[in-house]
């Protein structure tokens, strides 16, 4: 039994009274719909276009569904407008964007009048906020009319707008960030067997033995369906371990006799409190799917950090002409025959627990220390290298050539192809310094030795570099 006094019929009664009261108070909104007081000059040189302006909104405001009660009154204010001035339609139309609507007025050679519902911004953000997810783009360019019909809904999360059973992660995100849906007032009245009951926002909090307000944030109504549900046990119920799932809180209850103690069995059902733990996981960004993609990024963190500083001692070993390998690729043998690139790594691993983690690693494991990987890292490198350089060269007003070619060992002629030219480097449109740079870009391999095959070697690796 509850301690609260629940009122007698006859106070509901004085209740209701007093709210029809107060409602037969209030202006009608077409008191606010004024028409302008304007010359008869002016009137006369803008009722044809004032005509089709109107007309065209009446028709639309007849093909538009679920039109506000608003809307109706501007309806009925266009159609005896018809041969009022332009200024006149236009202040009626201004002062009816107040009604949720933005309404443009374009007097052309084909007046149109442009109708677009407001949209809520929460919501639009959010739904910008996981078309950037990769994980529910593809889902969303899709299917993200099912969003948009509710986008400009007072209640955009009340499930009346969605189906009974929702299987897109991307719509249980949004209801989750969104907010519940929780009205606080204006509850329809209900006659059950001569009771008049509704539901209350009282439910929504209860007291605690220790005489503490607690919130019951799991429990939400619904105004277009006029039914209370379990938003938890609605979007996570068959995600659960437990069969017993009462499908009264998913579908929703407008039953509204008794209802305290049916929210009291609710919340302590098992299927309720494990609903209720998947929706705190997702509410903190800790879904399955969540917890898989941040362990993903920490991982390729990781071996982002490790490939960086195996390019540095790449570079390092290059800059200074110094070989790579040793006699045997093997680590921590104590024997010195590791190469020079084990032994910085080894170096480096003494006071970086980053490579240190990656040299205790177990044998087998992935490393990206073979002698395959420190080739792939030089060919990638020098490719970058020439990619710079052959960019300078396209970049300087002009440049030569000095080639010349010598045999080697297995009797093929190879190319040493140098550019010479001058760098120009500018600070805010002015000259601050300039260089003449000379660079040798590799060997090639020719087997024309005549003055018109080096031409078109030439003239071939130029197009394909430059």
């Not at 609260?4 to 409602?23: C, F, L, T, W, Y």
């Amino acid at each position: 039994m509850t301690d609260k006094k629940k009122p007698s019929g006859s106070e509901h009664r004085k209740r209701a009274n007093e709210i029809q009261h107060k409602i037969s108070k209030l202006p009608k909104i077409t008191n606010f719909f004024q028409p302008a007081q304007t010359d008869k000059a002016q009137s006369s040189q803008f009722s044809e276009c004032t005509e089709n302006t109107v007309n065209q909104s009446s028709h639309l405001l007849n093909s538009t569904e679920n039109v506000t009660f608003e809307q109706k009154c501007v309806k009925e204010k266009c159609s005896s407008f018809n041969s009022k001035s332009f200024s006149d339609s236009n202040d009626i139309l201004a002062e009816t964007s107040t009604v949720n609507t933005s309404i443009e007025i374009s007097c052309s050679s084909d007046s149109s009048i442009l109708y677009e519902a407001t949209t809520n911004d929460k919501a639009l953000q959010i739904i910008n906020e996981l078309k950037e997810n990769t994980n529910y783009n593809i889902y969303l360019s899709k299917n993200l009319s099912v969003l948009k019909n509710i986008i400009g809904e007072k209640y955009p999360t009340d499930f009346g707008h969605y189906p009974a059973i929702i299987e897109e992660d991307y719509i249980k995100i949004f209801i989750i960030k969104y907010g519940s849906c929780r009205p606080d007032g204006s509850y329809p009245i209900t006659n059950d067997k001569g009771n008049n009951r509704s539901f209350s926002r009282s439910y929504y909090n209860y007291k605690s033995k220790g005489s503490v307000n607690v919130e019951r944030k799991w429990l939400c109504y619904s105004p277009k369906l006029d039914k209370c549900y379990c938003e938890p046990c609605w979007l996570f119920a068959l995600t659960t371990t437990s069969k017993n799932v009462n499908e009264a809180w998913t579908k929703g209850i407008n039953k509204w006799k008794l209802l305290s103690e049916k929210i009291k069995i609710h919340e302590k059902s098992l299927s309720h409190l494990e609903s209720c733990i998947i929706f705190e996981q997702w509410y903190k960004e800790k879904s399955v799917d969540d917890y898989m993609l941040s362990k993903i990024k920490k991982e390729a963190n990781v071996w982002r950090k490790i490939l960086h500083r195996l390019l540095n001692v790449t570079l390092t070993l290059a800059t200074c002409n110094l070989p790579f390998r040793g006699h045997k690729e093997r680590i921590y043998e104590g024997k010195a025959e590791e190469g020079n690139f084990l032994s910085i790594v080894q170096l480096l691993a003494t006071y970086d627990p980053i490579l240190s983690d990656l040299l205790n690693q177990p044998s087998g494991s992935v490393r990206y220390l073979s002698p395959t990987i420190q080739n792939e890292l030089i060919q990638l490198v020098s490719k970058q290298v020439e990619t710079d350089i052959f960019n300078e060269i396209r970049n300087a007003h002009f440049f030569s050539i000095i080639l010349d070619s010598t045999q080697d060992v297995t009797k093929h002629d190879q190319l040493s192809l140098v550019f010479r030219y001058v760098l120009i480097k500018k600070n805010e449109n002015k000259i601050s310094e300039i260089n003449i740079n000379e660079v040798f870009t590799g060997f090639y391999c020719i087997n024309d030795h005549t003055a018109f095959g080096l031409e078109n070697f030439i003239l071939n690796l130029l197009e394909e570099k430059i």
